[in-house]
């Protein structure tokens, strides 16, 4: 645990294989084929997380999982609903009877329902938990994760709300509002720069519009038709009154075909009207 929540550097197959005891209680790790590394920031998420979790607070455990598995866009209603489900299973449950593998595989699938970003170290992390829980429990049936966990959790939040860290982020982020201020004038005349050689590109993408336009062509597709059946009507009305050869039947064959023609489309018309039962 100690190398997870304090050096954020651990190893992310701690099967027994892995694991030697030398003399003196010395614990000897091998084969560091699979490392993972987890920073300050997702140290302290992940505590605050786990303290949501332990604490039953709804509003709190999404915010956490949501930083620790960023999503584009989420169902926030039901993912709250999802969560609220798992808590509630473990309602009265005392910390030494829950199971961090079954914890995870329920978090797993909440964060595989609702599209969730799943960072590599936070999987690997996952799994190193879970074989630790393993081992330990296989050495000590008493054994229990979670009560393991808990000391390097307060640790954690209380070293962020320490006053020292405050005071330490206070003065980063006046460090990087002073350099925002400093650079801003460069950036704002390069903008303007590229704006006046009218290398600025703007992308604009309509979004739910689909059934609209379809729409719009729809209507465009049936005007074109009545206009030109209206234009055939009209030029075989003007060649059969100007008697324009050849004839059959006494009528010229040409104004024939342009009335059989719009006929046609006009009936053609008439049908797709019917069936889109908007008329």
């Not at 030398?22 to 920073?39: E, S």
């Not at 599209?115 to 936070?122: A, N, Q, V, Y």
């Not at 100007?242 to 719009?262: K, M, R």
């Amino acid at each position: 645990m100690k190398q997870i929540f304090e050096h954020g550097f651990f190893h992310g197959d701690p099967h027994p294989g892995n694991i030697f005891v030398l003399p003196d209680n010395v614990i000897c790790f091998l084969d560091y084929g699979m490392m993972g590394r987890i920073d300050e920031e997702i140290k302290e998420n992940l505590a605050l997380l786990i303290k949501a979790c332990i604490d039953k607070d709804i509003s709190e455990t999404t915010r956490w999982l949501l930083r620790l598995y960023p999503a584009k866009k989420v169902n926030l209603r039901e993912f709250k609903l999802d969560i609220w489900e798992l808590l509630d299973q473990y309602h009265g449950v005392p910390l030494k009877q829950i199971e961090l593998k079954r914890v995870f595989r329920q978090v797993l699938y909440l964060v595989e329902k609702h599209h969730l970003k799943i960072p590599p170290d936070l999987f690997l992390l996952n799994k190193a938990l879970v074989s630790l829980e393993g081992i330990g429990r296989s050495l000590d049936p008493d054994f229990n994760a979670v009560e393991q966990i808990q000391p390097f959790i307060k640790e954690i939040i209380l070293k962020k709300f320490s006053l020292r860290n405050i005071i330490h982020k206070g003065q980063k982020s006046f460090r990087e509002l002073f350099v925002l201020f400093q650079e801003s004038p460069q950036e704002i005349r390069e903008f303007l720069s590229l704006l006046k050689k009218g290398e600025i590109k703007v992308k604009f993408e309509h979004k739910g519009l689909e059934t609209f336009i379809a729409k719009q062509d729809q209507v465009n597709n049936r005007l074109s038709f009545a206009i030109i059946s209206a234009s055939l009507i009209i030029s075989s009305a003007l060649i059969v009154l100007s008697d324009i050869p050849p004839f059959i039947f006494g009528i010229p064959i040409i104004g024939l075909i342009g009335f059989l023609v719009a006929g046609f489309m006009g009936l053609w018309l008439l049908i797709a009207i019917f069936r889109s039962g908007k008329f």
